[in-house]
Nanobody, 115 residues
């Protein structure tokens, strides 16, 4: 059974930093592209960043230069380092694993950016 478990969400002040982690199990992690998405209340889920099995990275324009996605295949974990956070980035952040037509989602972790 595939599981993606996110952690690291918290309340942080504007301009602060957080590091999210997503631990995967039940799949061959190195074969999957991994992504982070977020969904704010009343809004659609949107892509934040993704990293391919070959470590090619892609970011939403709004987070370029502030967020960094990385993966550790030995630990079956993908990370999202978020710097200079903004209040409008308050959302539930979800981890995604995708390969061909198969994809999996985690339960999400809450990030709240507020003073």
């Amino acid at each position: 059974q595939v599981q993606l478990v996110e952690s690291g969400g918290d309340l942080v002040q504007p301009g602060g930093s957080l590091r999210l982690s997503c631990a995967a199990s039940g799949l061959i992690f190195s074969l999957y592209s991994m992504g982070w998405y977020r969904q704010a209340p009343g809004k659609q889920r949107e892509l934040v960043a993704r990293i391919t099995r070959n470590n090619n990275q892609d970011y939403a324009d709004s987070v370029k230069g502030r967020f960094t996605i990385s993966r550790d295949n030995a630990k079956n974990t993908v990370y999202l380092q978020m710097n200079s956070l903004k209040p409008e980035e308050t959302a539930v952040y979800y981890c995604n694993a995708i390969r061909s037509l198969i994809d999996y989602w985690g339960q999400g972790t809450q990030v709240t950016v507020s003073s």
